[in-house]
């Protein structure tokens, strides 16, 4: 039997094994892939970078169709 390639889930650290059968991978359950899921939309947890967002040049929070008279 090969072995089986096994993760710890991101939020109770309990094992998973990586298979068809566990459908939240990596995640154990459902419950902790929703509880990971509200850490990200409450930006507990981000991505980081070098860069903050204004020092890049083409980045914008008016929209292209700003000139668009209605």
Known sequence: MPDML????????KIVIWQESSPYRPFCSKRCRLIDLGEWAGEEKKISSQRNIS?????????DDHDIKK
């Open 6 to 13: 096994t993760v710890k889930c991101p939020t109770c650290h």
């Open 55 to 63: 020092e890049i040049d083409d980045w914008s929070e008016i929209s």
